[in-house]
Each structure stands twice: as C-alpha cells, then as structure tokens.
C-alpha cells in the first residue's frame, strides 16, 4: 500500500495511501476548502501532501483512510459510472450534498419520540439501502481533518493576516527548556 513521492527539495518521503486514494482525498479537500476569489484552498495549501504525511506513522488511521476513500469512490463509480476524481465538478458536489444530508439526518438531535424514530428510520435506510454508513462516519472524520490541516497551514495564515505563533520555539522564561 505504500509508494513514493519526491517532495520539495531533495528529501523523498513515503506516500501513506495508493496513489487512486490519494486523487480522492485531493478531490475531497478541494471541494471542502475550494479556490476562489477570496483567498486559498487546499491545493495551494497542500492538505493532501500535509495528511498523507500525518498518515504514515499512524496504519490505524491510513487504514481509516484508505477504507473511507475507497468507499468515496466506490459510491461515485456506483451512481454516475465513474472515480470521484474524475467527476465532473457538479457531480462531485451533488455526491457530497447526499452524504452530508445524509449524516445531518442520522446525527441530528431529537427530542420527541416520533424524531427519535425518525432518525432511527433514517440510520437504517441510509445503512442498510444505500449502504451511506461508512460513507459518513469517514465524512465527519475527513471534514474536520482537512479543515484542521488547512488552517494550520502558512497559506492560511497569510491570507488571514496571522503572524504564526508568538513563541514557536517556546517561552524565554518556559521551566521546561530553561533546565534542558
């Protein structure tokens, strides 16, 4: 499962997930944070590279990943005949919105008996039918990952006028460092 890139400079890292899981992760951080005319996405702040990296000392989660992904595109080749990277744009947004509002259902809040029964109608449908559950369970996970990644990135900071952190080599006065 693993393979290599050659990252910036002359440093060659390993690639946690196949190169397919990788083109669906790509496709999935650049619908949740896009390019547009306000500022940076995930491409420019390479949230694919920067999560695969975080992959590779963890097997767990690239298991999670590569499970959660092949899902992703197993669902894209099953409704419109084609890998999610290679969907059309459009088709990619449509398959999100199915999932998301899919998982809003389930994970949703009730109160009375009837949306409790409600949501529990829904949790089956969407498991058992649609067979959406692993689909968004990996949503939730891969949603707040890249947005994690992306906000955590130079791009983002500069786009939103953050300096970094204000002591990134820690505090002068810090008693953990001062005796090292």
């Given amino acids: ?6 990252s910036i400079g002359n440093l060659a ?6 190169t397919e899981s990788f083109a669906v992760l790509e496709a999935l951080a650049s619908l949740i944070v896009p390019t547009d005319g306000h500022g940076p996405g995930a491409i420019e702040a390479r949230v694919a590279i920067e999560l695969d990296r975080t992959l590779i000392g963890n097997p767990a989660r690239r298991m999670q990943y590569f499970l959660g992904l092949r899902a992703f595109d197993d669902y894209a080749r099953t409704r419109f005949g084609s890998g999610f990277p290679t969907l059309p744009h459009h088709r990619q947004l449509e398959l999100l919105s199915a999932v998301h509002q899919a998982g809003e259902r389930i994970h949703s809040e009730a109160g009375s008996l009837a949306e409790r029964a409600q949501r529990k109608i829904s949790y089956w449908y969407y498991a058992r039918w649609h067979r959406l559950l692993p689909l968004i369970e990996f949503w939730i996970i891969v949603r707040a990952d890249v947005l994690t990644v992306f906000y955590s990135s130079r791009e983002a900071w500069d786009w939103l006028g953050y300096d ?7 505090y002068v006065n810090d008693l953990r460092t001062a005796n090292s």
């Fill in 1 to 6: 499962m693993e393979e290599r890139y050659v």
């Fill in 13 to 18: 890292a390993t690639r946690a997930l196949p």
């Fill in 164 to 170: 970094g952190p204000p002591f990134p080599n820690g």
